[in-house]
T-cell receptor, first 116, second 111 residues
Framework: NAGVTQTPKFRVLKTGQSMTLLCAQD?????MYWYRQDPGMGLRLIHY???????AKGEVPDGYNVSRLKKQNFLLGLESAAPSQTSVYFC???????????????FGQGTRLTVV | EDQVTQSPEALRLQEGESSSLNCSYT??????LFWYRQDPGKGPEFLFT???AGEEKEKERLKATLTKKESFLHITAPKPEDSATYLC????????????FGAGTRLAVHP
């Protein structure tokens, strides 16, 4: 049982380049999230999805796009990378809130992205 | 504005020296207070969820408690392997399990 898997683990981009971060979960979770983590700050939500085919903006969505074509996958895209997007990116997933279901988020191992 | 603040930012303990980490929150409609442990280079790992004031949960040397304004993570007789960053997060109404994270407390336990 792999949980939440992110690829790649490390990447260096030049300003203006594009890339896609991949996230896969095998827990049949309805909800998926992309966060970024910067020194001295809490995890900040970029985008999220409450189900296959749906996405929505989080706290810091500018410069990012997402897609969720399959329930188990959630992709984060950077169309034109900027140095301000240098960060560690975490994907997470959880069950939707319910009376009998635990809804803690499970996180991947992270992708360390540097934009030069 | 919804806010979660953790203190201290960093804590250094000797092995066996008990202490507490603080997580204070100002949110509208708390729907759960979560504690996570994060090791260097890894993703956060779930520890506890607390739902109502007065609730307590324990796991090995860790005990989490919740009041109406803050949560504490008590560490009893810590060992070096307890060294990590501890994150707390408040879940609030938002339709998607919306979490507001604190910046974390970096704990170092020395032998």
């Amino acid at each position: 049982n792999a949980g939440v898997t992110q690829t790649p683990k490390f990447r260096v981009l030049k300003t203006g380049q594009s890339m896609t971060l991949l996230c896969a979960q095998d827990m049949n979770h309805e909800y998926m999230y992309w966060y970024r983590q910067d020194p001295g700050m809490g995890l900040r939500l970029i985008h999220y999805s409450v189900g296959e085919g749906t996405t929505a903006k989080g706290e810091v969505p500018d410069g990012y796009n997402v897609s969720r074509l399959k329930k188990q996958n959630f992709l984060l895209g950077l169309e034109s990378a900027a140095p301000s997007q240098t960060s560690v990116y975490f994907c997470a997933s959880s069950y939707r809130e319910g009376v009998l279901v635990n809804t803690e988020a499970f996180f991947g191992q992270g992708t360390r992205l540097t934009v030069v | 504005e919804d806010q979660v603040t953790q203190s201290p930012e960093a804590l250094r303990l000797q092995e066996g020296e008990s202490s507490s980490l603080n997580c204070s929150y100002t949110v509208s409609g708390l729907r759960g207070l979560f504690w996570y442990r994060q090791d260097p280079g890894k993703g956060p790992e779930f520890l506890f969820t607390l739902y109502s004031a007065g609730e307590e949960k324990e796991k090995e040397r860790l005990k989490a408690t919740l009041t109406k304004k803050e949560s504490f993570l008590h560490i009893t007789a810590p060992k070096p392997e307890d060294s990590a960053t501890y994150l707390c997060a408040a879940r609030i109404s938002g339709g998607y399990n919306k979490l507001i994270f604190g910046a974390g407390t970096r704990l170092a336990v020395h032998p």
